[in-house]
């Protein structure tokens, strides 16, 4: 296997990894903000979108302070598992989950917003349990919104860097993602070609999740408004 093989390879497992790490705790954030009010919703919002907005290094940062061997949290998981999370793929795929995490709530939130509360009180009326109503009504009229939530949470999981790189680093063949090559290979004489080809497979691969993502979009938008008429 070629040194660009795998580190696409990597790249990819690392994404899907992270994308579907976000997917549950994404979908019961994104219906709680659509559906809930509470105290501290506010609070709760701004804690969900904290990651987009702080420098990625920050964020991995606080996963290395949390998670890292010696870490709040990761001190306990290596004496009680023995193992280790920072500096592995596992931590590469944790990193780029936590940053895409808020535009998959985003995407979500608005899915399940454009569902019109009518038709879930229709049911309720007819006794159907929260659970079952989620189940066979809010998550098949939202699922295009979730989808294209989903791929772009991908796209950015591909492109994530600065999260990754403080948290695990920046080691070929176990954490060296396309951007990590890239930036590994723009720093050697001699390596254009490589870092081409790389760039090329990332445009590809967020180019079309992107294409993807946004006819879904337009799909769910229409049926959206259908929804609300």
């Known amino acids: 296997m070629s040194p660009i093989t795998e580190i696409v390879q990597l790249s990819l497992k690392i994404s899907i990894v992270a994308t579907f790490i976000d997917l549950p705790f994404a979908v019961a954030c994104g219906w709680l903000l659509a559906r809930k009010n509470f105290r501290g919703k506010m609070l ?24 890292g061997r010696n870490g709040l949290v990761g001190k306990y998981i290596f004496q009680v598992f023995g193992m280790a999370l920072s500096f592995t793929w596992q931590a590469a795929a944790i990193a780029a989950a936590v940053v895409a995490f808020p535009l998959f709530v985003r995407a979500i939130r608005v899915a399940i917003e454009n569902v019109d509360p009518r038709i879930e009180e ?59 090559a890239i930036f590994s290979l723009a720093n050697q004489i001699g390596r254009e070609t490589e870092i081409m080809v790389l760039i090329g497979v990332a445009i590809a691969f967020s180019f079309g999740s992107l ?16 929804f609300n008429e």
């Open 44 to 67: 709760f919002d701004t804690l969900v979108n904290l990651p987009l907005v702080l420098p990625p290094v920050v964020t991995g940062y606080f996963l290395l302070f949390v998670f």
């Open 122 to 180: 229709a049911a309720r009326t007819l006794r159907a349990g929260r659970w079952h109503i989620f189940r066979r009504i809010t998550l098949p009229l939202s699922a295009n919104g979730i989808i294209a939530g989903l791929l772009l949470a991908f796209a950015r999981c591909l492109g994530e860097f600065g999260a990754t790189i403080m948290f695990a680093g920046n080691i070929p063949g176990e954490t060296q993602t396309m951007p990590l």
């Open 211 to 226: 294409i993807v993502s946004e006819l879904l979009l337009r799909r769910w938008r229409l049926a959206g408004g259908k």
